[in-house]
């Protein structure tokens, strides 16, 4: 069977969508000039950071209208105004309004002001946000010094101490009730965050203490495929996904065996669907092992030499279905669909585009939430946008140790000449420029974390700032070029990107190091490093800050 390029044939459900329009007060030319558009961004519960974001154009009279589809009844939604205000709103199907005023940007108590869906929500979200900041300041033991002390406690304490917390953030609530009315969209809002920062801190508890988290915890799994979408709940999301995986691997430490083996009648079924061209006489046998659900050795061996048609393929499923088998002993069936949807979305960077058409449709199959589907297609839809200009890519043979531009703004360097030529060539591109060096790997996933930063950092920065990316190699991994490629070209990571192999970065040793990644250096427009140590991409104010100061010369 021949993997399929490109969008799996899947035809994508269209999620309910808030339409979001208002307008900025008082906006001037200059203000306009210096930030022409409002971001909005939203949540998915799969995988935090991912580019969820729409760009409302400002008109000359500050009006904007943006859509944004949205996978969960309710989802918190931010704004962000040329990274001079921000604000947390709570969205639903339907039309929002919202309007702020460019005079009282930076000293009004409340700048922005609601209409339509869950208004009365918003405008006094700023008033719990203000009461609870007072209390969690003044209640330090259970306020803003909590975390500090509550890893090292023992997990009935864990679990008291949390529910004193809950108790403290939920005071904010009934303080403001005393002075107002509180809706009931930001009763439930602000009680699902709790809970939600509650269970994701039981969740991580367990897993600093390598213990099984609290069955209050646990019990509330179901929960995350439904009701409100919040950071807490994305972040209790991870958490939970962290002790899944956890507990794979203490199953398979303890029975090795077991874990690299499935039933017969799943690999049966597999084959069946998965191995091309098979006669009556093979359909039938593999039909009555699926029946039966056990083999012969004859059988055991039949089923490996048709596996071995196919070994690809069914190395990629057999993969999964062995990871959702171990899931499904532990966990109910929605939360195995997390589990599942989770695996695929962890695993994009390191699969080909046929590769992830393939597995999309396997395992989007399965998935009987349709919120986990939902979410599932967004993210894919995400990773094939650009498929076109991918498999372009990967097709060229003209990339060499002189960077070529192959999409606006992201150049790409990979040759077969020694190390120092090839470092030579990129460096002289940056002539009298300062420049932020980025040293990653692909597979490391630190490494991967900071470079999806790295776009944010750009925009902070002057134009005459060059970001420079270089791969180095993993001695464990087999890296993959073609990977490298996907995963710029998929992210946007604008800038000049290298990459080595492992005999060219023991030609640089003097001039790379660190050989280390991820590690972030600065270069002077001289060519010389100011710092082989700098703030990575994630500290984005700090970084930018070490940049520009190498930059005017202090």
Request: aromatic share 8%; proline share 4%.
């Given at each position: 069977m021949m993997l399929t390029v490109g969008?799996?044939?899947?035809?994508?459900?269209?999620?309910?969508?808030?339409?979001?329009?208002?307008?900025?007060?008082?906006?001037?030319?200059?203000?306009?000039?210096?930030?022409?558009?409002?971001?909005?961004?939203?949540?998915?519960?799969?995988?935090?950071?991912?580019?969820?974001?729409?760009q409302a154009p400002l008109q000359a009279d500050g009006t904007f209208q943006v859509t944004m589809p949205l996978i969960y009844p309710q989802e918190e939604v931010y704004l962000d105004y040329g990274g001079k205000v921000y604000t947390t709103f709570l969205a639903a199907p339907g039309r929002l309004q919202l309007s702020f005023d460019a005079d009282s940007m930076f000293k009004a108590k409340r700048l922005f002001y609601f209409s339509g869906v869950n208004a009365e929500a918003n405008?006094?979200?700023?008033?719990?946000?203000?009461?609870?900041?007072?209390?969690?300041?003044?209640?330090?033991?259970y306020g803003e010094n909590f975390f500090e002390t509550f890893w090292n406690l023992e997990a009935s304490e864990a679990l008291r101490a949390l529910d004193q917390r809950a108790q403290l953030r939920l005071s904010a609530l009934k303080n403001i009730s005393q002075k107002t009315t509180v809706p009931p969209q930001l009763q439930e809002w602000i009680e699902t965050t709790i809970r939600?920062?509650?269970?994701?801190?039981?969740?991580?508890?367990?897993?600093?203490?390598?213990?099984?988290?609290?069955?209050?915890?646990?019990?509330?799994?179901?929960?995350?495929?439904?009701?409100?979408?919040?950071?807490?709940?994305?972040?209790?999301?991870?958490?939970?996904?962290?002790?899944?995986?956890?507990?794979?691997?203490?199953?398979?430490?303890q029975y090795p065996t077991k874990s690299k083996s499935l039933k017969v009648e799943t690999m049966a079924e597999l084959i069946k669907r998965y191995v091309p061209l098979l006669s009556t006489g093979e359909i039938e046998r593999l039909n009555t092992m699926i029946q039966e659900g056990s083999a012969t050795t004859a059988g055991l061996d039949f089923l490996n030499t048709l596996y071995a048609r196919n070994r690809r393929i069914l190395d990629l499923v057999t993969q999964f279905e062995k990871q959702s088998s171990a899931y499904a002993d532990?966990?109910?069936?929605?939360?195995?669909?997390?589990?599942?949807?989770?695996?695929?979305?962890?695993?994009?960077?390191?699969?080909?585009?046929?590769?992830?058409?393939?597995?999309y449709s396997h395992i989007r199959s399965k998935i009987e939430k349709s919120v986990v589907r939902y979410s599932l297609d967004e993210l894919y839809q995400l990773e094939v946008k650009d498929s076109t200009y991918i498999r372009l890519i990967e097709k060229r043979t003209d990339l060499n140790a002189n960077p070529?531009?192959?999409?606006?703004?992201?150049?790409?360097?990979?040759?077969?000449?020694?190390?120092?030529?090839?470092?030579?060539?990129?460096e002289a591109l940056f002539k009298g420029k300062t420049v932020y060096v980025i040293k990653w790997n692909l597979f490391d996933d630190e490494s991967r974390n900071e470079?999806?930063?790295?776009?944010?950092?750009?925009?902070?920065?002057?134009?005459?700032?060059?970001?420079?990316?270089?791969?180095?190699?993993?001695?464990?991994?087999?890296?993959?070029?073609?990977?490298?490629?996907?995963?710029?070209?998929?992210?946007?990571?604008?800038?000049?990107?290298l990459y080595l192999t492992d005999d060219q970065v023991v030609q640089l040793l003097f001039r790379l190091n660190p050989l280390a990644y991820p590690s972030f250096g600065i270069m002077k427009p001289n060519g010389k490093y100011a710092s082989r140590n700098a703030p990575p991409p994630s500290q984005g104010q700090n970084a930018a800050q070490a940049i520009l100061k190498v930059r005017e010369g202090r």
């Open positions: 969008v799996s044939s899947i035809s994508f459900a269209q999620p309910d969508s808030v339409v979001i329009t208002g307008r900025v007060l008082n906006l001037t030319a200059a203000l306009y000039r210096q930030a022409p558009a409002i971001t909005f961004t939203r949540n998915n519960i799969l995988q935090p950071q991912s580019e969820l974001a729409r405008n006094k979200y700023m008033q719990y946000v203000m009461e609870e900041d007072r209390i969690m300041k003044a209640n330090k033991r939600d920062e509650k269970r994701s801190a039981l969740f991580e508890h367990a897993l600093v203490n390598v213990a099984t988290p609290q069955l209050y915890a646990l019990g509330g799994l179901p929960e995350l495929t439904q009701g409100i979408l919040t950071f807490q709940r994305v972040q209790w999301m991870i958490r939970v996904g962290d002790y899944a995986d956890r507990l794979v691997e203490q199953k398979e430490y532990k966990f109910s069936t929605s939360t195995n669909d997390l589990l599942a949807a989770r695996w695929l979305v962890q695993r994009f960077y390191r699969l080909s585009l046929p590769e992830q058409s393939l597995l070529t531009e192959v999409l606006s703004g992201i150049w790409l360097a990979e040759s077969a000449s020694s190390g120092k030529s090839a470092l030579d060539q990129v470079v999806l930063y790295a776009p944010a950092l750009r925009a902070q920065l002057p134009t005459d700032v060059e970001l420079l990316y270089i791969h180095l190699p993993d001695t464990e991994v087999n890296d993959n070029s073609a990977l490298w490629k996907k995963f710029i070209v998929r992210h946007k990571l604008k800038g000049v990107h």
